[in-house]
């Protein structure tokens, strides 16, 4: 449980789409992105839904690439708060 909670301190979950977990890394190094765990799965999408690397389901990652063009201001602000 220790490992677990340590876990989220370094990579809080900042929402939920359709089941993908979407979470950023404290300091983390540039360009802006955020990090999307479906079951085994991941991808890293920049803040304005582009995939960088890795892969989640095809349905799951329109959905969330949508979901990101809609949030850009949260996660820009949430990368931010991220980097103090």
């Not at 929402?15 to 300091?27: H, Q």
């Not at 991808?43 to 799951?60: N, Q, T």
């Not at 809609?70 to 990368?79: H, I, Q, V």
């Amino acid at each position: 449980m220790l490992l677990a909670t340590a876990l989220h301190v370094m990579m809080p979950v900042i929402a939920t789409v359709a089941g993908v977990t979407i979470y950023m890394y404290f300091r983390d190094h540039n360009p802006p992105h955020f990090h999307a765990k479906e079951g085994g799965d991941e991808e890293v999408f920049d803040l304005e839904g582009e995939s960088m690397k890795g892969g989640i389901s095809p349905k799951k990652h329109k959905k969330v690439r949508k979901w990101a063009k809609k949030n850009r201001g949260f996660l820009k602000d949430k990368w931010d708060e991220h980097q103090k």
